[in-house]
């Protein structure tokens, strides 16, 4: 049934040996190169045409025909644009997960199906789902559900927990069952080895290795506001936009002898509040609110009972999984109570969730509720109430 496939290829060791499996199994493979960002680093230098050249050594070697492809314009018009928005709104984006709905599955996926023709999809991502690595399980009847990997060191559902029904019905995950360690291995196994010694990328691709404040002061003007303290509600610095910062990250402020880290922005009065420490409890809270979800599969059966979800959360890649509870509140946005408070919640970043190993779906973090600060503050205040309360009456 699915006998040509066309193949995302990086020019990296994931999708090199993904190209090599699926020749292995005989399938017709056909690899695409996309270039998304055509804008030099500091250096001078685009590393899309490295990886290109790369791509185009695998595919002589393995003897698959190569497509370059051009998305610049769609990645400008549908993620970075919308990348910058989110920064002047005071919001902290993820351009990954935004790449891989807008752009790798469905610009991609919309060339290989209509243009090439293939009959699938494959990448180098670790992941799995429901039919299986090479759509051994496939069922027209039915819908995919979106799985974790073996290697849940390196899992990329995270990643791809916006994407949509239609596409990822038809993709193959080759890396689905392998650990890093392992693919790297077959590399050097199979003379491919110059692969597995690429470094990975890492961060936001269209940065590299240039500030991000530096990078993103060229695309949004400054604004230049100031930095409170938020126990003693004094000025203890001056910043150049909202844009610059985000939840969590130490601000590293000249001629104050503490670690301040940003706690909240006030996107109004343009103003960011910093705690003093890591650990501040203004950096911490078990609640937050998120958008309209998408669910991949489908809408869990107890939101669809109006009754309480329970499943796992994480809202960064690297964090691990963190029980909680979810209900459907006003427009289909989610209430979602953490079972262990988490720190910098973030606006802007999104909220994923997930039941044993498979990606239930996700949703854009809107705002945390009250921090473990607020929720101190108020006690103490109810408190002291009381207290005077109680005096007054004797």
């Not at 109004?268 to 609640?287: K, Q, R």
């Amino acid at each position: 049934m699915f006998k040509k496939i066309a193949l995302g290829i990086s020019g990296g060791v994931d999708s090199a040996v993904a190209a090599l499996l699926l020749k292995t199994k005989g399938y017709d493979v056909e690899g695409v190169f996309m270039k998304n960002w055509d804008i030099a680093d500091e250096t001078g230098k685009c590393t899309a045409d490295e990886d290109f050249k790369d791509a185009s050594d695998l595919c002589e070697r393995l003897n698959i025909k190569l497509h370059r492809v051009n998305f610049v314009k769609q990645y400008w018009n549908e993620v970075f644009c919308d990348l910058i928005k989110e920064y002047e709104h005071g919001y902290t984006p993820n351009p990954d997960v935004l790449c891989n709905r807008r752009i790798k599955f469905n610009h991609f996926s919309k060339f290989a199906f209509e243009e090439l023709e293939a009959d699938a999809i494959a990448t180098g991502h670790y992941a799995k789902t429901s039919f299986g690595n090479f759509l051994e399980n496939y069922n027209a009847n039915q819908a995919v559900r979106l799985l974790r990997p073996k290697d849940l060191r390196k899992d990329q559902t995270f990643f791809l927990c916006q994407v949509r029904q239609e596409p990822l019905r038809r993709t193959m995950f080759p890396l689905g069952d392998l650990r890093k360690s392992e693919v790297k291995r077959i590399a050097a196994e199979n003379h491919l080895e110059r692969y597995s010694q690429k470094p990975e990328s890492m961060g936001i691709c269209f940065i590299g290795s240039r500030n991000f404040q530096h990078f993103i002061g060229e695309y949004i003007e400054s604004k230049p506001g100031k930095f409170i303290d938020i126990d003693s509600g004094k000025v203890v610095g001056t910043h150049d936009g909202l844009h610059q910062w985000t939840v969590g990250q130490r601000t590293r402020l000249q001629g104050v002898p503490d670690a301040y880290f940003v706690a909240r922005k006030n996107v109004d009065e343009n103003i960011i509040y910093v705690a003093l420490g890591t650990t501040h409890p203004a950096l911490f809270s078990d609640l937050l609110r998120v958008s309209k979800p998408h669910w991949i599969h489908s809408r869990p059966e107890e939101l669809e009972r109006a009754e309480i979800l329970r499943c796992d959360f994480k809202f960064q890649h690297t964090e691990g999984l963190v029980p909680c509870r979810i209900c459907e509140i006003t427009d289909e946005n989610l209430c979602v109570h953490l079972d262990q408070a988490q720190r910098a919640l973030t606006p802007g970043q999104y909220a994923v969730f997930y039941r044993n190993d498979e990606c239930l779906g996700s949703g854009k973090i809107l705002n945390p509720g009250a921090t473990n600060f607020s929720l101190h503050y108020m006690r103490n205040s109810e408190s002291s109430e009381a207290s005077n309360d109680l005096e007054a009456s004797r």
